[in-house]
T-cell receptor, first 113, second 113 residues
Framework: DAKTTQPPSMDCAEGRAANLPCNHSTISGNEYVYWYRQIHSQGPQYIIH???NNETNEMASLIITEDRKSSTLILPHATLRDTAVYYCSPVGVRSGGYQKVTFGIGTKLQVIP | DSGVTQTPKHLITATGQRVTLRCSPRSGDLSVYWYQQSLDQGLQFLIHYYNGEERAKGNILERFSAQQFPDLHSELNLSSLELGDSALYFC????????????FGQGTRLTVV
């Protein structure tokens, strides 16, 4: 399984962009990069995923480096409700065609008023 | 609301006992995943079922077992409980388990006393 490294914590001012990095240098060619977040002790919430190209949806943007060894999740205008733990997770389709979704410790993002 | 239902929400039991946690996936989802989250820890992947069959196993103790029934709901059985088993247990579901996003329930908080 690909290993991920994320900073344990980050602060961001409300209204500013939050850029959350993830290193996944051992990611294999068929593994997607997924991002989830967990607000307090609620169930994690899917944010976005990508394989090679940058992706954007209504929640965030995902920038993946050309060598795919790292990625950055961007929350363009952070609000207090974005305070959460953000998990980066490589997800691949394994032999037999099934995925195993695993998570590291994540980054605790604190949005400051 | 993710559409994934977990029951019960809270459970307090004594050491040595056995409990069953239940998960109803989103309508149409064939994959169910179970995770354990101890205090201030990341999400530990336990096991993945697809359409009734076990597909991937993580660090699941031998005292723990799971199954997915024909109606696709899943149960996680925890036996000979120890204090260290106190944790949040999350269930997630996805459409096919082939690299699609997972939707998480709100978890069952298990306290072993």
């Amino acid at each position: 399984d690909a290993k991920t490294t994320q900073p344990p914590s980050m602060d961001c001012a409300e209204g500013r962009a939050a850029n959350l990095p993830c290193n996944h240098s051992t990611i294999s060619g068929n593994e997607y990069v997924y991002w989830y977040r967990q607000i307090h002790s609620q169930g994690p919430q899917y944010i976005i995923h990508g394989l090679k190209n940058n992706e954007t949806n209504e929640m965030a943007s995902l920038i993946i480096t050309e060598d795919r060894k790292s990625s950055t999740l961007i929350l363009p205008h952070a609000t207090l409700r974005d305070t959460a733990v953000y998990y980066c997770s490589p997800v691949g389709v394994r032999s037999g065609g099934y995925q195993k979704v695993t998570f590291g410790i994540g980054t605790k993002l604190q949005v400051i008023p | 609301d993710s559409g994934v239902t977990q029951t019960p929400k809270h459970l307090i039991t004594a050491t040595g006992q056995r409990v069953t946690l239940r998960c109803s996936p989103r309508s149409g989802d064939l994959s169910v995943y179970w995770y354990q989250q101890s205090l201030d820890q990341g999400l530990q992947f336990l096991i993945h079922y697809y359409n009734g069959e076990e597909r991937a196993k993580g660090n699941i103790l031998e005292r723990f077992s799971a199954q997915q029934f024909p109606d696709l709901h899943s149960e996680l059985n925890l036996s000979s409980l120890e204090l260290g088993d106190s944790a949040l247990y999350f269930c997630a579901s996805s459409v096919d388990g082939r690299g699609t996003e997972a939707f998480f329930g709100q978890g069952t908080r298990l306290t072993v006393v």
